[in-house]
C-alpha cells in the first residue's frame, strides 16, 4: 500500500513549490490507490508562524488536495502535528547514543562560531569538528547531571560512501567525510528536522519520499538514520527545483511564490494545479489542458524530470483564461461576486453575468471581470484616461459627430447590438464618414478607455439611459 506524506513547516505562507510536493503527493497517492497524509513539522520553534497551519490546510482545501490522514483528520498514525511528539524523539534519541550511532554534544554556540571562522578563514567546509564525538561515558553523565546546556549528534561512519537510489536522480553517493554530524536533538529538547521526519517517516509507514531538490543533500544523513535504527527506508524521489525565468531559483523578488497571493490575484484553483502539476512532470499526451481526474489517472513520477522548471507566469494566466472561458457566466459569477463587493461595486446578479459574458474572451484572472470592466458598474471618472487616445478620438469634430447622433440614439425603441450598429452606420453612410470615426469617441465617452469588447455589444448592456447620460455627460464636461 502507497503511503506518501507533505510535511510543510509552518513558517508562513505556501510556497507555490510545496504546493507541487502536495500536488505530487496527492497524485501518486490517488494514481496507486494509497493514502496521503498532511504532517505538520513545527519543531524549529524560532520559525513558528502564528495561524501558519490553518492557512496550509485553507490553503490545500482551495487547491482541491485532499488528505486521508493529518491532524484534524485524524488516523492511526497519529499525532500529525511534531510538536506533540517530542517525547517519541527524545526516546529515540537515547537509543541512538546507547548504540553509540549518536552522541552528546556540550559545545556552546561561542565555540562553534570560532571554529566556523577558522574554517572559513582556511577555506575549508564548515563542519563541527567533532570535538566532543569521543568523551566518556562518566563525563557525559557528570556534565548532564550539573545540568551543562547539551545536544544529541549523529555519529557520521567515517571514511564510507553513502549510496541510496532516487526515483528521479537514479543512483546517489556522497562521501561520508562530507556530512556534518548532523544536530539531532536541540539543547531545548526539540528534535531537528532529520530526526523528527524520519522517526516519523517511519512511524507512520511512509512508503515514498516525494520532495523537494533541496533536501536531497539531507537523505545520506537520512539513510544512515534508518540503518542505525535496522529500519527499512522508504523509496526516496526529489522534485526538480522551481526556477524564474532567468533560470535563477524561484524567489519572492522576481514575483509572487505564495499560493495565497495567486488566489488574492484571482486565480482558479484548478487553472493553478493544471499549471503546478506541469512543472517538472511531463505527460506523454500534447495536450495541456488537464482536470484533477486526468492528473490522478496520468500521474507518474518516472516522468518527472530531473532539470529545474521555469515558472512561466504567462502560461499560468492562458491557462486561468482557458479555464474561465470554459465555465459559464452564472459558474464565474459567485467567484467574481466577492470581489465586486471589495470595490464595492453593487450590479444585480443578472447584469454581472451579462458583463462576465461580453468580458469573457478578454480576461486572465477574476479581477480583471472587476477592474478591466469597471465602466460596467461604475461611471468613469476619466482620471486615468489614454491621453493619446483621447487626443486622437475627442476632437472638435467628434464631439459635434455624437452631438448629431444622440438624439438618433434617444430615438430607438430598441437597445441592442443589431439596433445600434444600424444607427451608426447609417450615420455615417449618411455623412460619409468611417464608421471608427464614432465609434472611438463612443467608446471613449461611455467607458473612459481606448479597449474593451465590441462598443455594440458593450452599449447593450451598459442599457440605454446610462449609455445616453454618459454621453451627455462626456460632451459636457470631457474637454
Ligand atoms: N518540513 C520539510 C519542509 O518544510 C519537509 C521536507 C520533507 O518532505 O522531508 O519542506
New binding site residues.
Given amino acids: 500500500m502507497v503511503r506518501v506524506?507533505?510535511?510543510?513547516?509552518p513558517?508562513g505562507y505556501v510556497h507555490v513549490g510545496?504546493l507541487r510536493?502536495a500536488l505530487y503527493c496527492y497524485l501518486y497517492a490517488r494514481h496507486h490507490g494509497g493514502v496521503n497524509i498532511l504532517r505538520i513539522?513545527d519543531t524549529d520553534r524560532t520559525r513558528y508562524v502564528e495561524g501558519a497551519v490553518e492557512n496550509i490546510i485553507r490553503t490545500m482545501e482551495w487547491a482541491g488536495i485532499e488528505f486521508d490522514e493529518g491532524p484534524f483528520t485524524g488516523g492511526a498514525c497519529g499525532p500529525y502535528v511534531q510538536s506533540e511528539r517530542t517525547e517519541i524523539y527524545r526516546a529515540h534519541a537515547n537509543q541512538l547514543i546507547a548504540n553509540n550511532d549518536a552522541y552528546v554534544c556540550f559545545c556552546t554556540s561561542e565555540r562553534l562560531d570560532t571554529v566556523r571562522k577558522q574554517q572559513q578563514a582556511s577555506g575549508t567546509p564548515p563542519m563541527y569538528d567533532r570535538h566532543c564525538r569521543n568523551l566518556s561515558k562518566e563525563e557525559v553523565a557528570t556534565r548532564i547531571a550539573s545540568g551543562e546546556p547539551h545536544v544529541v549528534r549523529l555519529r557520521i561512519p567515517i571514511g564510507e560512501v553513502v549510496r541510496f537510489h532516487d526515483l528521479i536522480r537514479g543512483d546517489i553517493e556522497f562521501d561520508s567525510k562530507t556530512i556534518d554530524d548532523q544536530v539531532l536533538l536541540k539543547s531545548d529538547g526539540f528534535p531537528t528536522?532529520h530526526l523528527a521526519?524520519i522517526v516519523d517517516?517511519h512511524m507512520m509507514e511512509i512508503t515514498h519520499?516525494?520532495?523537494?531538490e533541496?533536501?536531497l543533500s539531507?537523505t545520506p544523513k537520512?539513510v544512515l538514520l534508518y540503518r542505525a535504527f535496522g529500519w527499512e527506508p522508504p523509496k526516496f524521489a526529489h522534485l526538480p527545483l522551481l526556477l524564474n525565468a532567468d533560470r535563477s531559483k524561484l524567489s519572492k523578488r522576481q514575483g509572487d511564490v505564495a499560493v495565497e497571493d495567486y488566489r488574492e490575484k484571482g486565480y482558479l484553483p484548478h487553472a493553478l494545479i493544471n499549471f503546478v502539476a506541469l512543472l517538472g512532470w511531463n505527460p506523454s499526451a500534447t495536450e495541456e489542458i488537464f482536470t484533477i481526474h486526468d492528473l490522478i489517472r496520468d500521474f507518474d513520477l518516472e516522468r518527472v524530470n530531473k532539470g529545474g522548471a521555469v515558472f512561466n507566469r504567462e502560461k499560468l494566466d492562458w491557462m486561468n483564461a482557458e479555464y474561465m472561458r470554459k465555465m459559464s457566466p452564472h459558474e464565474l459569477l459567485p467567484l467574481v461576486r466577492p470581489l465586486l463587493e471589495k470595490r464595492n461595486f453593487v450590479v444585480s446578479d443578472e447584469y454581472a453575468e451579462r458583463v462576465i459574458a461580453v468580458m469573457q474572451e478578454r480576461v486572465h484572472t477574476l479581477w480583471d471581470f472587476v477592474d478591466f470592466a469597471s465602466y460596467f458598474y461604475a461611471a468613469p471618472t476619466f482620471a486615468d484616461v489614454d491621453e493619446k487616445y483621447k487626443s486622437k478620438h475627442w476632437t472638435e469634430e467628434a464631439k459635434s459627430r455624437l452631438g448629431e447622433l444622440l438624439p438618433k440614439l434617444d430615438a430607438s425603441e430598441t437597445w441592442n447590438h443589431d439596433a445600434l450598429e444600424a444607427i451608426i452606420r447609417e450615420y455615417a453612410e449618411a455623412n460619409a464618414v468611417s464608421a471608427g470615426k464614432l465609434i472611438h469617441p463612443l467608446r471613449l465617452a461611455v467607458t473612459g478607455r481606448g479597449m474593451g469588447p465590441g462598443l455594440f455589444e458593450l452599449l447593450s448592456v451598459i442599457g440605454k439611459e446610462e449609455c445616453l447620460r454618459r454621453i451627455r455627460h462626456a460632451l459636457q464636461h470631457l474637454t
Fill in positions: 506524506r507533505f510535511a510543510p513547516s513558517t510545496s510536493t513539522e528536522y521526519n517517516d519520499v516525494i520532495r523537494g533541496e533536501w539531507s537520512h
